[in-house]
């Protein structure tokens, strides 16, 4: 019975649908708000101007393609994973030094910048995990010679 189970848990863990639905969640913070800009793009504007970055309109399309494209690559990009993982990883680090630097906020305003800047990097090192299980499940095998 034991063994049984484990095998069981053995066959999730190397399942595709398990990993895509791993992917999906890890991704959603992204194209959520990237399908959520798209669809209210003034809205978009308008918060890009409000955090200091204009042209609004320049950087709402940047922002919707970053998120949409990079998260694209990581669900169905396979080999190129890497490359929309690590897109994202630029994408959230950008987002600390211009959005949510809490080191330049007071009183409760900086406590909530400390906190997106922590999940910030709980994403990225997400990010960095999603990356590495691409190459484990697509990557071509090699030598450490290599």
Same mark, same amino acid.
């Given at each position: ?52 970055? @204009?042209? /609004? ?5 940047? @922002?919707?393609? @970053? ?38 906020? @007071? ?31 697509? /990557? ?7």
């Amino acid at each position: 019975m034991f063994t049984s189970l484990i095998n069981l848990i053995y066959q999730l863990l190397r399942s595709f649908w398990l990993y895509f639905l791993a992917q999906v969640l890890m991704t959603m913070p992204f194209w959520q708000s990237g399908f959520t800009k798209l669809f209210n793009f003034d809205d978009a504007v308008a918060e890009m101007v409000g955090d200091g970055l @204009t042209p /609004g309109a320049f950087f709402a399309g940047i @922002t919707i393609f @970053t998120q949409l494209a990079a998260t694209a690559l990581i669900l169905f990009g396979r080999r190129l994973a890497w490359l929309g993982a690590g897109a994202l990883g630029v994408f959230t680090i950008l987002t600390i030094f211009l959005v949510h630097h809490f080191w330049s906020y @007071t009183g409760a305003e900086y406590e909530i910048h400390l906190e997106v800047f922590y999940s910030h990097l709980n994403i990225i090192g997400g990010l960095i995990l999603s990356a590495m299980a691409a190459e484990f499940r697509y /990557g071509k095998r090699r030598s450490l010679a290599e």
